[in-house]
C-alpha cells in the first residue's frame, strides 16, 4: 500500500464501484485481464461511440484488430473451452487455399461457438447477480470501515508539515510493509511521535484495510469472471468478420463488425438487433 499524505481524495482498499446491476454487467472497455489473457481489443474509440455508430460500422471494422492470424497464433492453454474450439476451426480456414469453399465447411461450427460465448456470457453475469446479494452487504460493511478510519488519518496527515511530507510517506509505507522488522517498525513510531495522531490513526486504517481486503479479493474475482466471459464474444465476432471478408461474404462480415462494436458498446445483442430493425432500410 502506497501511502499519500497530500492526497485529500485518498484511494484506499475500498475504492471502486459500488456493487450494482450496472457493474455486473461487465464494461467491456474498462475490463484490465492481465498477462492471463493473450488476445486483447485495442478498441480506443469504441467508448466514445454511440449505439448508431455500431449500427453503421464500416464494412471493414473499422478498429478491427483481431482476425483469423491472431487467434490462430494464440496460446491455446490461455484461451476458454468456447475460443479453443473456434481457434480450431480458424486454423482449418487459415490454411485452406479456396477461402469461400473452407467457410462453407467451417460455418456452422463457428456460429455455433458463438452462440456458446454469448451463452457463457448470460450465465457468468446470472452468476455475478446471485453471488452479489450475499457479497453486498460485506462490501458495503467494509467500505464503511475504511472510510471511517480514513477520515481521522486525513486529518492527522495534513498537519505534517510539507517539507516533511516525503519523509513519512516513506516511514508509514514501512510500517505497512510486513517485511519490515518489529524493531524498525517500533523506530519509525517514536520518530514519528512529534505527530501524535498521525501513527494511531495510521495504524487504524491499516487494520480497517487489511480486514476488508478479503471481500475486496471476492468483488475483484466476481468483476473478471464477468468481464472475461465478456471478451469471448467480442473476439470470436472480429475473427468470425475475418474468415466472413476472406470468403467474400461482405455484408456478413459488416455485420459482425457492427455486432462486436455493439458488444464492446455495453449493448446485448438482442438489442443491436432490435436497434437494426428499427432503423429504415437503405435502398
Not at 128 to 137: D, F, G, H, I, R
Not at 202 to 227: H, I, R, S, W
Not at 249 to 260: P, R
Amino acid at each position: 500500500m502506497t501511502i499519500l499524505l497530500d492526497a485529500p481524495d485518498r484511494q484506499t482498499a475500498s475504492a471502486g464501484s459500488d456493487i450494482t446491476a450496472q457493474l455486473l454487467q461487465a464494461d467491456y472497455q474498462k475490463t484490465q485481464f492481465g498477462d492471463a489473457r493473450v488476445i486483447k481489443v485495442a478498441d480506443t474509440q469504441a467508448a466514445a461511440a454511440g449505439p448508431q455508430d455500431a449500427v453503421d460500422a464500416p464494412q471493414d471494422g473499422g478498429d478491427q484488430k483481431i482476425g483469423v492470424k491472431d487467434l490462430v497464433g494464440a496460446d491455446t492453454a490461455k484461451l476458454s473451452p468456447t475460443m479453443q474450439t473456434l481457434q480450431g476451426l480458424a486454423g482449418h480456414f487459415d490454411k485452406a487455399s479456396d477461402k469461400p469453399k473452407a467457410l462453407g465447411e467451417v460455418k456452422a461450427e463457428v456460429e455455433k461457438a458463438i452462440g456458446a460465448a454469448d451463452a457463457a456470457q448470460a450465465q457468468a453475469i446470472k452468476d455475478a447477480a446471485a453471488e452479489s446479494v450475499t457479497l453486498k452487504p460485506k462490501y458495503l460493511a467494509a467500505k464503511a470501515d475504511v472510510e471511517a478510519a480514513a477520515g481521522p488519518f486525513q486529518a492527522a496527515a495534513q498537519k505534517v508539515p510539507e517539507a516533511d511530507q516525503k519523509h513519512v510517506e516513506a516511514e508509514l509505507n514501512l510500517l505497512a510493509d510486513d517485511k519490515t522488522s518489529p524493531a524498525v517498525k517500533k523506530a519509525i513510531e517514536s520518530e514519528l511521535s512529534s505527530q501524535p495522531d498521525l501513527v494511531p490513526a495510521f495504524n487504524k486504517l491499516l487494520a480497517a484495510e487489511t480486514a476488508a481486503l478479503p471481500v475486496m479479493q471476492e468483488v475483484k474475482a466476481m468483476q473478471d469472471k464477468v468481464g472475461a466471459a465478456a471478451e469471448d464474444p467480442v473476439v470470436a465476432r472480429m475473427v468470425y468478420a475475418d474468415m466472413l471478408e476472406q470468403g467474400g461474404d461482405k455484408a456478413g462480415a459488416k455485420q459482425m463488425n457492427a455486432e462486436s462494436m455493439a458488444l464492446q458498446l455495453g449493448m446485448t445483442i438482442e438489442q443491436f438487433h432490435a436497434l437494426q430493425k428499427s432503423q429504415p432500410q437503405k435502398p
